[in-house]
């Protein structure tokens, strides 16, 4: 399961993304704000607020990623994507992959973000 900001155009157009290569429709979604009763029951460890900060994904198995490492684990279970597997375990790549994706994550705001009703993804 995928947990994004829905008050977040890059977040929003993500899931978008995501909808449309996930053609195996493998991946599940949860606003962050939305469903944050749920999953805060469900998963106790979860932290509003770093789960805002970066992507988080939960896995089948309940195992929690975050930032780089979830987009790693979206990118095993999305079939259009597996060409990319390799090369997210060259030696080097996870470090730099968790820079860049902290680095992308901190400019992104949900102020700077927001976007309408109309603008949230349909999962």
Known sequence: MVLYDGGCGMCARSVTFLLRV?????LRFADID???HWLSTDYPTLDHDAC???MHVITNDGRIHSGFDA????????????FVLPFLYIPGIPQMGRRIYRSIAAKRTTDTCRLGEAGRPKA
């Open 22 to 26: 996930d053609t195996l429709r493998r």
């Open 71 to 82: 987009f790693r684990s979206i990118v095993w279970v999305v079939p259009l994507a597996w």
């Open 34 to 36: 939305v469903d944050w």
């Open 52 to 54: 805002l900060a970066e």
